[in-house]
């Protein structure tokens, strides 16, 4: 695993770039290393950390197995980070679905800092 490219794209070894961040080693320190972790995490089926970086007010509005549903039906193949301020990440996610389409998800991605520790909490969507 260790010799294994990132799925976010950073060009390190998944080992030392996203899966520290994903197996609880260490707290991601940024809205970014945050959203690029949680790709990294869709792409891994690593749904719980999905989950818990969620922030806990929104937390209700969906679940593990919903989760687990998209990342099962979807391969994804690229990140592209179009804009970062602090506590926003404007990015492009190209994947497949079941079908073989090839779809493009650009979301502007809203966290929150909150008890040391960064949290999803919404997006916009763009087509």
């Not at 994903?22 to 959203?35: F, K, V, W």
């Not at 994804?76 to 990015?91: Q, R, T």
């Not at 493009?104 to 916009?124: A, I, L």
Request: aromatic fraction near 14%; hydrophobic fraction near 30%; charge should be negative.
């Amino acid at each position: 695993m260790e010799n294994k490219k990132c799925p976010c794209g950073s060009g390190d070894s998944f080992y030392d770039c996203c899966d520290r961040f994903i197996s609880g080693d260490l707290l991601p320190e940024t809205a970014l290393d945050l959203m690029k972790s949680r790709y990294s995490a869709y792409a891994m089926k690593e749904v719980n950390y999905i989950f818990e970086t969620t922030h806990p007010s929104v937390q209700h509005l969906t679940s593990l197995e919903n989760i687990k549903d998209w990342a099962n039906e979807t391969t994804l193949l690229k990140l592209e980070i179009i804009a970062e301020k602090e506590n926003i990440v404007e990015f492009k996610a190209t994947y497949k679905d079941l079908k073989g389409g090839e779809h493009v998800h650009h979301e502007r991605s809203n966290f929150h800092f909150d008890n040391n520790k960064w949290y999803y909490v919404d997006g916009n969507y763009y087509d």
